[in-house]
């Protein structure tokens, strides 16, 4: 079926995290239609094996495709370092992840080709910024460093408590040694660290914010494709997750900065 510039845009993430992508594009693109799946149920990603998460990965995006979706952004940044290319190779319409924008805008923003990538285990182990990166510019120094645990502080609600702060500093303490000028934020749930993490690393460094440059690259491929809405009809928005846990809404609302109207549990095993 031909897709057309009402047809939503499909989001998928491990969990809530993909929401402040979503936020992002919201921001940019107020009129886009957007279907949004929360792996709620298999999350985290971030500690799975490469094979789980393809295979996870590709259930979501087979789950977007059924609303005809006229594109498909993985807002995980475990999922895309690891997953982009099986999703590519079973969807009709373009597939991007938050990778490639963040490593392209942490290229432009370095100017002593310094940079450090922090993200979950999964997607540093992966390399996939540091590869994005040196493709650009084989010159540039990477240094990677994996927080696990920001992603629970975040969902406890502790992104500015002082927990958040003693976990920072003893993972990203030593990272001035590295004279790094340019920190990608590799995971959704960092944006909400923002103001820890840049306490510790300093105010000179510049932090990356990959949902924010994902949503312009989704702007430029529409536009490309002629497939930008400009429908003045409100924009419907629908959030569908693997379980609803307690303070699902909540917390979802922190992360997408507005109110969630729709959402629906389904079983994504089935897909
Ligand atoms: N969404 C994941 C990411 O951006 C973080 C949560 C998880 O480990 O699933 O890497």
Known sequence: MKVAPE??????????????????????????????????????????????????????????????????????????????????????????????????????????????VVGTNATVLSGAYEKEIKSIDS????????????????????????????TAQEYLGKLSSYSIDTLVLGCTHYPLLKNTIQKVVGENVKLIDSGVETAKLVKEILTQNDLLNHSTQNPNYQFYVSDLPHRFKEIGELFLGRKIEFLKKVDIKDW
Not at 146 to 164: N, Q, R, S, T, Y
Request: glycine share 6%.
């Open 7 to 116: 047809n939503p845009i499909g989001v998928f993430d491990s969990g809530l995290g993909g929401l402040t992508v979503v936020k992002e594009i919201i921001n940019l693109l107020s009129r886009e239609n957007i279907v949004y799946f929360g792996d709620t149920a298999r999350v985290p990603y971030g500690i799975k094996s490469e094979e789980t998460i393809r295979e996870y990965s590709k259930q979501n995006a087979r789950f977007l495709l059924s609303f005809n979706v006229k594109m498909i952004v993985i807002a995980c940044n475990t999922s895309s370092a690891v997953s982009i290319e099986e999703v590519k190779k079973l969807s009709n319409v373009p597939v991007i992840g938050v990778i490639k924008p963040g490593a392209i805008s942490a290229v432009r923003a370095t100017t002593n080709k310094r940079i450090a």
């Open 139 to 166: 010159q540039i120094e990477v240094v990677s460093k994996a927080c696990p645990l920001f992603v629970p502080i975040v969902e406890e609600g502790w992104a500015d408590h002082k927990i958040a702060l003693l």
